[in-house]
């Protein structure tokens, strides 16, 4: 059918109505056969995308928008960030920037300046970050609790969190706060219980997740076990800090606990590639989310551990680069993600994060931008983002360029020239 409406700018996508968007100049749908479309076009209805193809074929619809030639991705979906906090950590990046190295310490810093904060600032600094996120192109974003650390400051991190997310993790093990100096077992006793009820009290339908931060400095795999065991029988799904400072056993307990995630894994042993591959493996097998339409029971799949790199992250703190090359060879689903936060990665930009996996961590575009899309959405055991198909969340990352490669060979420069989310132009 035709489509000889004018042609209106982004802001027409209101999440009303159909609205065919055309133009595009490679359309990255992330669907079951990984087609990239050349002169493509994709129909929007109300906050879903209802077709996805050439051009040439476009159905009808109420209004349409022309990209000029633009490249068009699934929005970025982002499954690792800690975002509800306060305070400035400037002075302790620039020391590691003269030779100091990372430790856990510095989350400690962060904690005091959270606990100080109002609820009404807490929550205006998460919206603005948020803001700043959907800029770059995210549109699903998960973040973390873990600058509270006492059952009130963790409950209402959660609650913020909640307000403004999509998905919400409590990382009431993120560090053993000074009262608690040297009685980290009666912390992780206050984590797994009080704490816990808390949190699932304050935190609602979007607090779906349980992380550790499993390292040396913080807590060991015999209590990141005790934590993650307790979540889980509240219902949490468990997801790991691991193997970010060496090789501190966070995988292999993310993989006996069939976590959702493990993040960072910087120090990996060949076993740990081997394990983190063999997982993917089996999850492609069986059908991956390839074998689910959008609207499936993401309950009914059976979902591998996710190997989260976290470039920025790497880069910040002049750890040695995660093997992401060495894990995508083995398998593994990966998912890259910002993990902003004030410590080891303040910022929130995804397409930094994707030109620098392929800049310098050697994967390929295809594989990078799967990763932040596909592969964040299956971290976070969803269906319904990071893929440009029907019936899938009407979520587009419009680039300000003809190709997505312009993500890496214009690296820092402005990538992103809309956001839509549900439908709406965000940014
Ligand atoms: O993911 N590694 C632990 N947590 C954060 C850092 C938190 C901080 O230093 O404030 C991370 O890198």
């Known amino acids: 059918a035709a489509n000889t409406e004018p042609s209106e700018t982004l802001d027409a996508l209101t999440g009303t109505g159909t609205v065919l968007v055309e133009g595009v100049s490679e359309l990255w749908t992330l669907d079951a056969e990984r087609r990239v479309l050349r002169d493509a ?33 699934p929005g970025w979906v982002d499954s690792h960030s800690h975002m509800v906090f306060d305070g400035d950590r400037s002075a302790e990046f620039q020391a590691r920037m003269a030779g100091e190295s990372y430790s856990a310490g510095g989350i400690g810093v962060t904690t005091g300046a959270t606990r100080e904060a109002s609820d009404e600032r807490l929550a205006a600094l998460l919206a ?9 192109g995210t549109t699903c974003m998960e973040t973390k609790t873990g600058y509270g650390l006492n059952v009130e400051d963790e409950a209402r991190s959660a609650r913020i969190a909640a307000e403004h997310m999509d998905e919400v993790t409590f990382l009431g093990a993120h560090l053993v ?5 040297n009685r980290a077992d009666e912390y992780v006793d206050l984590v797994t219980g009080e704490m816990l009820q808390a949190v699932l009290a304050s935190g609602g339908e979007r607090l779906r997740w349980a992380d550790v931060f499993c390292e040396e400095g913080a807590f060991t795999p015999e209590q990141s076990r ?39 894994i910087n120090y990996l042993s060949s076993e740990d590639i081997e394990g983190l591959g063999a997982s993917g ?65 303040y910022t929130s930009s995804m397409n930094f994060c994707v030109g620098t996996a392929v800049l310098q961590m050697r994967l390929t575009l295809e594989e990078a931008l799967e990763a932040a ?6 971290a976070l055991r969803r269906t319904d983002v990071g893929r440009i198909v029907p019936g899938a ?5 419009v680039l300000n360029a003809p190709a997505a490669i312009h993500l890496a060979y214009r690296p820092g420069m402005p990538m992103t020239a809309a956001t839509i989310r549900k439908g709406v132009r965000v940014a």
């Not at 603005?128 to 770059?136: L, T």
């Not at 899309?373 to 299956?378: D, K």
């Open 41 to 73: 076009a994709v129909l929007i209805e109300g906050d879903v995308i209802a077709w996805a193809g050439p051009r040439s074929e476009a159905p009808a619809a109420d209004r349409r928008v022309d990209l000029e030639g633009r490249a068009v991705l």
């Open 128 to 136: 603005s970050r948020v803001e700043e996120a959907r800029r770059g």
């Open 177 to 181: 706060p000074a009262e608690y100096k």
């Open 226 to 264: 005790r934590v993650l065991e307790a979540c889980r029988a509240a219902g949490l799904t468990p997801r790991l800090h691991g193997n970010q400072l060496g090789e501190t056993g966070g995988v292999a307990l993310a993989l006996e606990l069939g976590a959702a995630s493990v993040d960072h």
């Open 281 to 345: 493996r089996a999850f492609r097998a069986n059908g991956g989310v390839d074998g689910a339409p959008p609207a499936a029971d993401p309950a009914g799949i059976d979902w591998p551990t996710v190997a989260t790199i976290l470039p920025a992250c790497d880069l910040s703190t002049r750890a040695p680069l995660a093997p992401a090359r060495e894990l995508a060879d083995a398998g593994a689903t990966l998912a890259i993600a910002s993990n902003c936060n004030p410590g080891t990665s």
């Open 373 to 378: 899309t596909l592969g964040g959405a299956t």
């Open 393 to 397: 969340r009407a979520d587009l990352h």
